[in-house]
């Protein structure tokens, strides 16, 4: 079982920064891809960014092509979400998810956090 622990978020003025990262419980961390995903208020969960197992490929969606950098840091069993001129339309809680490399569907992650709020004022 792999515990994610989400941290990082909070209330930030656009055209603002956070980091977010996530905690995870089991060294299998380092075999699984890891992706991020928001809910907005009455919104479905939508795909946000992804990273392989190594690291060495991620995918974003569009609306954060540019803004946002997904990493990770597999001898710390961590993945961080950098998020970089924010917009009101960031508005969200955000979740960490351990799953398929690279998927951007959610039910092809089996495990996930409780989720990190993160709101951008205008």
């Known amino acids: 079982q792999v515990q994610l622990v989400e941290s990082g978020g909070g209330l930030v003025q656009a055209g603002g920064s956070l980091r977010l990262s996530c905690a995870a419980s089991?060294?299998?961390?380092?075999?699984?891809?890891m992706g991020w995903f928001r809910q907005g208020p009455g919104k479905e969960r939508e795909f946000v960014a992804a990273?392989?197992?190594?690291?060495?490929?991620?995918r974003y969606a569009d609306s954060v092509k540019g803004r946002f950098t997904i990493s990770r840091d597999n001898a710390r069993n961590t993945v961080y979400l950098q998020m970089n001129s924010l917009k009101p339309e960031d508005t969200a809680v955000y979740y960490c998810?351990?799953?398929?490399?690279?998927?951007?569907?959610?039910?092809?992650?089996?495990?996930w956090g409780q989720g990190t709020q993160v709101t951008v004022s205008t």
């Open positions: 998810a351990a799953g398929r490399n690279l998927a951007t569907i959610p039910d092809l992650y089996a495990y």
């Open positions: 089991e060294r299998t961390f380092s075999t699984s891809g």
């Open positions: 990273i392989s197992w190594s690291g060495g490929s991620t």
